[in-house]
């Protein structure tokens, strides 16, 4: 027995608690979220919810801000507050019983009013990453969604109103390296070999392996080899055409060796060879997409306020304009195959090593335009996530809630169509923005205290707001009706819905994996229709 | 406490809730969810049920439970937790399995609502069918990662789970996983074999040892060097391999020269096997790659870093140590259950998979993707669990109105879609598929295998792991012989016959019937000379055959004359209705054996 000791690896506690959710967005997305900071306004049942699915997964820190007591109706709809926290401070109390989710959460309450805040102290809100607010008024809605917009802080505005629930997701703009899409498409260089690759390629001569070599090299050499010896005969064009493809598959079936009694052999590797040809002979590009992005003004025109996103796209211009000759750095990452582990580990070698010298090149000139705009600096392993995924970036630009209170605004006759259509979602829209305003006039919910007398006020919001948008009043008003009944009690199941949604997005946005809903997201518990708008 | 919810909710629904009686299956991260919301929304009498305890990897999501808590039973301690905010609430809680006599139909039907919040196949399967036989709308719920559904099942109204075939996961031939591996997951699936065969419960279709029956290494075997006498299931004949590595007292060098040395060996005297591939390369305890590495080099979490061979064999003495003391500690005849979050269970599959991936001239992977490949592990989000069982919820309180055409199924996407659609609901309810083996008026299946070799044993097995059946009894059609009693020992005496022997043949029908899950299919058996066990061919996704005016051809009169099959030509359009296996069977009784496959927290047949 040697003389070490077994070096166990023994798994730390939080991998093991985190382990499921490490699989779905590694850990720089659970670095990210550890690095998260996210900022409650009111811990409704909404808003706890939300918070509950986000300290779950190990956020870094929440800030609840929170001016109200607790009452009967937040611990019957609320399940993180105990009978015994009636009266207190609901920001508090709430924050008490999540933290005991987990331990390595931090928490802050904050018992001002956020109108208060955003008036006196609204450097407050620079410190997070992302705002979320629940049970707001209409004035403050409009007032701390433009400071955030101008803050560039992401903000999602959130409802839970009798059967009724909604978010609206707020950014300027928003990028994701990682989009996860579907199918990633193989990055091979086949008809552009690097010196690296073509070296290798040449160091193989197919016809004259032994046997049980032969079924052990990659498909990619037998592919490159068929090219090859096409090209002789083809003016070393690249094939492009169904046929060209046909005439490649029939070299390879030439590859193929057969037994002493003139049976081919089935190797597996040259099966796949062939079964490669349609996807892995398509000649490498510079996604549209992709181009559009790094030459966009914002990746030109740089300032020190430049995000990290915007910086190292510029880099990945000037890699595609040089180092590049015209394609983005090298992916690095193979496809399962048939190979031995010998060619297999080799050939992985070849393309990990030219990615992380095509990456490192990007990392110089990410390093180059830090220090010209003295800006933070970006790490290496950033870039080289970003090389890794440049071929799938994604920007989405976002709007201002602001828009949808301007009459006149492309949004507003956005929201007058879907409204003829009719669309009854967007009736929801409607009526929950009058609720917002309701509480705006009157400091309190619609229904909460006079169910009948609220309904005639609670049409005037709606027909102030239809006439915002220049649409008729709605012929019935039972949906006014519905509304004052709920009377801004929260059900139970549709925050819970809405909030896992909420939380769902905002980790999407933290972690900046995967696209998020753009950007309203509207929910009829009764009819249980969902529905998006991109506002 | 919910008295403004009342003001919102109409009269019906709040009696109705008032009146409920709600059964939730499984208090995992879905249950956990549907438990807390249930009782926010004043529903006053609940069950919950759950075979588990609670492990640290749950405390992601699974919001009821704390770390005190570990090791607990999970069905309990969401009871206490919940109670401990509401003490209104008539919960009551089972740390048992669903699949019980204890939960039979009549227990079932005492509910106005099942949901099921659980992790497994099997369990899903046998709710499916107790709440079609108490007829008590099921609502079903599953996540995977971002993704997530919801959706109802009820009696004649809806598709039920198993009316649709469900993609068989994949199996691998014995011989690639004994001879010739080519992929990790082949290294991967012999070592939690190998796991079975050291500590855990036996099975013979996991051997490990060399497969001299394999047709590649036709008449090879017998040249072999080293002389062994071969059983006629082509298994070398020795003592089983728990017993010699329990006189050897589980020393790892030793293990380690058979597994990886002797073993390797023998499979190289089987020439015909490395005429065309890279013969494997046995391996010497002293002299391992990776020896003279310094310690200090690696960088980075072990856990994602690959261990060399020499770190896999360390791993590898460790835990076989490690195990070794477990099963020591428990009562005799007692087995270990392979848990891919047991440190120790984990770092044996890791080092052996990697080991004999490096024999075989395979790449070889870290720990953390053996986990997942092991474990077969579906990842799982708070975000997504609280989604679906919010609607699950919101689900209950429409059936309890009576609106179950509003209860169509839901889809909770990873990424919204082209329309922008973040939840694709169906439009309507999905009717039943009237071919379904389960749920249709008369449920029909027929039972490909070879009659002269399948015994009645093996039909007993067939049944239950391919229709899922918990102690099926079976008669002949017409003739009302019973060839299989669910009661103890009645039958047993014809276990080792074949169904040829009792005078069974091709196109004979058999009644088969489950006690507990109320449940009868009518089994039709054709004969296929090829197949080598069984298999179910299922009309779920081919034409129906010809409708069948006449009685089928009764072929149980105990004569060998060949008749021809009743209902339809032989096809071979089979597998992909392989009835699955499943390794984290937590809900199961007995984990099934056959083609085992596994499933993980919350798995969900994605749209
Ligand atoms: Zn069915």
Not at chain 2, 196 to 221: C, H, I, K, W
Request: aromatic share 6%; with cysteine; net charge negative.
């Amino acid at each position: 027995m040697a003389s070490l000791s077994p070096k166990s690896p023994e798994q730390n506690e939080k991998s093991k608690q985190y382990d499921r959710q490490l699989r779905l967005w590694g850990d720089h997305g659970q670095t990210a979220l550890e690095n998260g900071h996210i900022c409650l306004i009111n811990a409704t049942a909404l808003g706890t919810e939300v918070l509950k699915s986000i300290v779950l997964p190990g956020i870094g820190a929440i800030t609840i801000v929170d001016e109200n007591n607790v009452s009967d109706e937040d611990i019957g709809s609320n399940f993180f507050l105990e009978t015994t926290s009636k009266g207190l401070n609901r920001g508090s109390e709430t924050l008490r019983l999540l933290l005991e989710l987990n331990d390595a959460v931090q928490g802050h309450s904050v018992q001002e009013p956020p109108d208060q805040i955003l008036q006196e102290n609204p450097d407050f809100f620079k410190s997070f990453s992302v705002v979320i607010g629940t049970s707001l008024n209409e004035k403050l809605i409009k007032d701390l969604s433009q400071y955030l917009w101008d803050l560039n802080k992401p903000f999602i505005l959130c409802r839970s109103v009798g059967f009724l629930g909604s978010f609206r997701i707020q950014f300027r703009e928003h990028s994701i390296i990682e989009t996860h899409p579907e199918n990633e498409k193989v990055d091979l260089r086949l008809d552009v070999p690097f010196t690296g690759l073509s070296d290798y390629f040449d160091s193989i001569v197919i016809s004259t392996l032994e046997l049980k070599d032969h079924g052990h090299i990659p498909w990619i050499v037998i592919l490159y080899k068929a090219v090859q010896k096409w090209q002789t005969t083809n003016l070393n064009r690249w094939p492009m055409s169904r046929k060209e493809k046909n005439e490649i598959k029939d070299i390879i079936q030439q590859f193929i060796r057969s037994d002493e009694n003139g049976v081919p052999i089935n190797e597996e590797n040259f099966e796949e060879a062939i079964r490669a040809v349609n996807t892995a002979l398509l000649p490498t590009f510079l996604p549209v997409k992709v181009q559009d992005l790094i030459y966009s003004s914002a990746a030109i025109n740089l300032t020190k306020e430049s995000n990290p996103f915007w910086i190292m796209c510029s880099a990945l211009r000037a890699f595609v304009e040089a180092e590049g000759k015209g394609n983005l750095p090298l992916r690095g990452v193979l496809p399962d195959m048939t190979a031995s582990t010998e060619h297999y580990v080799k050939l992985q070698n070849i393309y990990r090593n030219q990615a992380s010298v095509d990456a490192e090149i990007v990392y110089r000139k990410v390093q180059q335009i830090v220090s010209q705009l003295q800006c933070d600096s970006i790490s290496e392993t950033e870039v080289k996530l970003f090389c890794r995924h440049a071929h799938d970036l994604h920007l989405i630009i976002g709007s201002n809630i602001a828009l949808e209170y301007q009459t006149g605004s492309p949004v507003a006759s956005y929201i007058a169509r879907h409204l003829e259509e009719p669309d009854v979602m967007m009736v929801h829209y409607i009526l929950l923005r009058a609720a917002d305003m309701f509480k705006s006039e009157h400091c309190r919910a619609p229904g909460e205290w006079e169910p009948e007398s609220d309904i005639a006020k609670l049409k005037n919001c709606v027909s102030k707001i239809l006439s915002d948008v220049s649409c008729s009043p709605f012929p019935k008003d039972d949906h006014i009706h519905e509304m004052c009944r709920y009377g801004g009690a929260e059900i139970h199941s549709v925050s819970a819905f809405v909030g896992g949604c909420v939380a769902h997005e905002a980790i999407k946005l933290i972690t900046k994996q995967y696209n998020p809903v753009n950007n309203t997201f509207i929910y009829d518990g009764a009819s249980t229709n969902s529905a998006t708008f991109t506002f | 406490m919910v008295a403004r919810v009342a003001g919102v909710f109409d009269e019906k629904l709040t009696e109705a809730i008032a009146n409920s009686k709600v059964l939730v299956v499984g208090a995992g991260g879905i249950g956990c969810e549907i438990l807390k919301n249930l009782v926010l929304t004043g529903f006053p009498n609940i069950e919950i049920i759950d075979l588990d305890t609670i492990d640290v990897s749950n405390l992601n999501r699974q919001f009821l439970f704390h770390k005190e808590h570990v090791g607990k039973s999970k069905a309990q301690v969401a009871k206490d937790s919940a109670l401990s905010f509401n003490p209104n609430v008539n919960i009551i809680a089972h740390h048992d399995s669903v699949i019980s006599n204890d939960y039979g139909v009549s227990y079932f039907k005492q509910f106005n609502i099942v949901m099921n919040a659980l992790d497994n196949r099997v369990a899903r399967n046998h709710v499916n069918r107790m709440c079609l036989a108490a007829d008590v709308p099921l609502v079903e719920t599953g996540t995977a990662g971002y993704a997530g559904q919801v959706e109802l099942i009820k009696k004649g109204l809806t598709q039920c789970y198993e009316c649709l075939p469900k993609a068989p996961q994949k199996s691998f031939p014995g011989c690639t996983i004994r001879n010739t591996p080519s992929e990790p997951i082949h290294c991967i699936v012999w070592a939690k074999h190998l796991f079975n065969q050291l500590f855990g419960e036996e099975d013979p279709d996991q051997d490990v040892s060399p497969d001299t029956a394999d047709p590649e290494a036709a008449g090879d075997a017998g040249s072999s060097a080293l002389s062994a006498k071969e059983s006629e299931t082509g298994n070398v004949e020795r003592k089983s391999t728990r017993t010699w590595a329990a006189e050897t007292n589980y020393e790892p060098e030793k293990l380690f020269t058979k597994l990886f040395g002797d073993d390797i060996h023998y499979l190289l005297s089987m020439e015909n096997l490395w005429k065309k591939r890279r013969p494997p390369t046995p391996l010497v305890w002293d002299n391992l790659p990776g020896k003279d590495d310094s310690p200090a080099k690696h960088s980075g979490l072990p856990d994602q870093r690959v261990w060399s061979v020499h770190e896999c064999a360390q791993v590898f003495a460790a835990s076989c140590k490690a195990l070794e003391a477990d099963l020591k500690g428990r009562p005799s005849g007692d087995h270990l259950v392979w848990d891919k979050d047991e440190k120790s269970s984990m770092d044996f599959v890791t080092a052996c998979a990697n080991i004999r991936a490096h024999i075989f001239n395979i790449p070889l992977k870290s720990r953390f993707e053996i986990k997942s490949m092991a474990g077969n592990i579906i990842p799982a989000i708070a975000t997504a669990n609280a989604i679906v069982a919010g609607l699950a919820v919101l689900r209950a309180q429409n059936i309890l109105k009576g609106e179950l055409e509003a209860c169509t199924s839901v889809y909770l996407r990873p990424k919204v879609n082209h329309r922008g659609q973040l939840f694709v609901p169906e439009r309507t309810l999905t009717a039943p598929n009237p071919k379904c083996y389960v749920c249709a008026p008369k449920p029909e299946v027929a039972l490909a295998c070879n009659l002269k070799h399948l015994t009645l044993k093996e039909l007993n097995s067939a049944l239950k792991e391919g229709l899922n059946m918990q102690a099926p009894d079976a008669a002949v059609e017409g003739k009302g012989l019973v060839v299989l009693s669910s009661e103890p020992g009645e039958t047993d005496h014809n276990n080792d016959k074949t169904l040829e022997e009792i005078g069974l043949n091709d196109g004979c029908a058999l009644l088969v019937d489950d006690f507990l899950q109320n449940y009868e299919v009518r089994v039709r058996l054709q004969q296929e000379d090829e197949e080598k066990s069984w298999r179910l061919v299922t009309e779920l996704d081919t034409p129906m055959p010809a409708p069948k005016e006449d009685k089928p051809a009764n072929g149980a009169n105990g004569s060998n004359d060949p008749k021809p099959g009743p209902s339809r030509p032989k096809d071979d359009s089979d597998s992909d209705m392989e009835i699955i296996e499943e390794d984290e069977g937590v809900e199961t009784v007995k984990p099934p054996k056959r083609r085992r496959v596994e499933m993980s927290d919350e798995i969900v047949e994605l749209c």
